[in-house]
């Protein structure tokens, strides 16, 4: 038996290890009670589940099981691939039918696909095989109540896109500083009045000139000395007459002597 779904492996996993959802699909498909609790087991998960149920049977079943009685689900299921491997035993207290089942789910397409096969078997001897092929018709056809139950649930929920990142928050500007208002320029000192000029400070009043000073009267010259008179000259001595000269030797005739000067006259004074 295999039933394609239009969701995704992780959507119909999680369904479908949801204790709170499974025990509501229980009670909207006729079932009297269910509890379902849920365990880690290696690398899966690991649910069981109790479920009170009435089936209306065949004369023959009647006769070896109760139609109302409760029934242990242990289901395991582990990850395989991109999608999921699991194993499923029920068991019914005190009756001799035991139902298991391998079932796989799957990614095909846009969507996944979940397989089961189920497998009943009973311990009563002659008529075991007639029981156990009863029991499994039963069985399957409450699993098919349940797929249709989950491609409805599936189909009335939004597809669950892969959440998109989210943008990171566009900063908001910062709000740009008002410009502190202008300050009013401080109203302009009235010009001081101007300080009347200054009163040009009188020239002060000239010095006199000193009066000149008396020349003092010129000193008469003191009167000229008489010239002493010249003294007179002495009279010049007379020249003394010259030696004859000797006798010169006969050899050249001698140069006659230049005559003799005359004694200058003496200056007059």
């Known amino acids: 038996m295999e039933q394609k779904l239009g969701a995704s492996v992780a959507q119909v996993f999680a369904l479908l290890t949801a204790p709170a959802w499974l025990q509501e699909r229980s009670k909207k498909l006729g079932e009297l009670s269910a509890k379902v609790s849920v365990k880690k087991a290696g690398k899966g998960l690991q649910l069981s589940m109790k479920r009170r149920i009435r089936r209306e049977l065949p004369p023959l079943v009647a006769s070896v099981l109760p139609s109302e009685s409760d029934l242990l689900f242990t289901e395991t299921w582990a990850p395989s691939g991109a999608g999921y491997d699991g194993e499923l035993l ?12 391998d079932f796989s789910l799957a990614p ?25 092929a009863v029991a499994q018709q039963l069985v399957e056809s409450g699993c098919e109540d349940e797929l249709a139950y989950l491609a409805k649930a599936l189909s009335a929920a939004p597809a669950k896109k892969a959440p998109a990142k989210k943008a990171a928050p566009v ?20 010009a001081a009045p101007a300080k009347r000029a200054v009163l040009a400070k009188k020239a002060a009043p000239a010095k006199k000139a000193a009066p000149a000073k008396k020349v003092a009267p010129a000193k008469k010259a003191a009167p000229a000395k008489k010239v002493a008179p010249a003294k007179k000259a002495a009279p010049a001595k007379k ?21 003799a000067k005359k004694a200058a006259t003496s200056r007059k004074a």
Request: proline fraction near 15%; charge should be positive; glycine fraction near 6%.
């Open 90 to 101: 029920i068991e019914a207290p005190g009756q001799p039918v035991t139902v298991s089942a």
């Open 108 to 132: 095909q397409g846009e969507g996944c696909v979940y397989r089961i096969r189920h497998q009943a078997r009973c311990t009563i001897p002659f008529i075991g095989s007639t029981v156990a």
């Open 171 to 190: 900063k908001e500007a910062a709000p740009e500083k008002k410009a502190p208002p202008e300050k009013k320029a401080p109203p302009a000192k009235k």
């Open 239 to 259: 020249v003394a007459p010259a030696k004859k000269a000797a006798p010169a030797k006969k050899a050249a005739p001698a140069k006659k002597a230049a005559p």
